[in-house]
């Protein structure tokens, strides 16, 4: 089967800098895939090349078999990719609504008015669908909590994306209770069949969400693991170089 997503011998240079060497690596459809590794070993530089924000020096992404280029960011979007990160790029002072359809927004023929019923009616109906708790669309995103703001950026992504998520520390801000609620909506991306690659500090984490496990040290790739046959202990092992 070929996998929904690719990257081989992606290299990545900044300057004299070597972010990223040699790294492949292939994720599913329906397959969440974690990406770890300390500070400074390049998981962010994957993230970034995938979702069209960082050119590679060399090496290949290929979508369903096929290569593809990335420009810019809105290049991995027509091709059905999204992104998450950490500065979740949110207009505060608009509702849920816009925020999902921020640069999209849906326009009313021939009048050119937005379209701010339907824009709201199916925000409405992506909130229902995956299960994210906030009482409407029309609410402002400043009054929403960490949790349902990150859920809003995720909808957002699970909205536009066609082939794959891309999720940078996702929980990284967040509280217990509001980590388990996003960690349940990415269960709940993996069931609808949408590929994801999750960067996260957390083995915890990573053993309860992934699937497969990509260690990175110093921007090289170290090895991929079966979450269910393999153990912290060796993940941390091969992110500390005792491996």
Known sequence: MTAVIRVAQLRK????ILALDDMTLDI??????????????GKSTVVRCLAGLSVPT???????????????????????????????????RQPVYMNVFLGRELV??????????????????????????????????????????QAVAIARAVHWAKRVVLMDEPTASLGAVETRRVEELIARLRERGTAILVVSHSLDQVFR???????????????????????????????????
């Open 13 to 16: 240079q900044f300057g004299a």
């Open 28 to 41: 599913d459809a329906g397959e969440v895939v974690a990406l770890v590794g300390d500070n400074g070993a």
């Open 58 to 92: 060399a090496g290949q992404i290929m979508l369903d078999g096929a290569a593809v280029r990335f420009a810019h960011p809105g290049d991995a979007r027509r091709h059905g990719i999204e992104v998450v990160l950490q500065e979740l790029a949110l207009a505060d």
């Open 108 to 149: 009313r023929r021939p009048a050119h008015r937005l379209d701010r019923r339907g824009m709201a009616a199916a925000t409405q109906r992506l909130l229902e669908s995956l299960e994210v708790r906030i009482d409407s669309p029309h609410k402002i995103v400043r009054e929403l909590s960490g949790g349902q703001r």
């Open 209 to 243: 969400i992934a699937d497969r496990i990509c260690v990175l040290r110093r921007g090289r790739q170290i090895g991929v693991r079966t979450a269910s046959e393999t153990t912290a202990e060796e993940i941390l092992a091969m992110i500390t170089g005792l491996a």
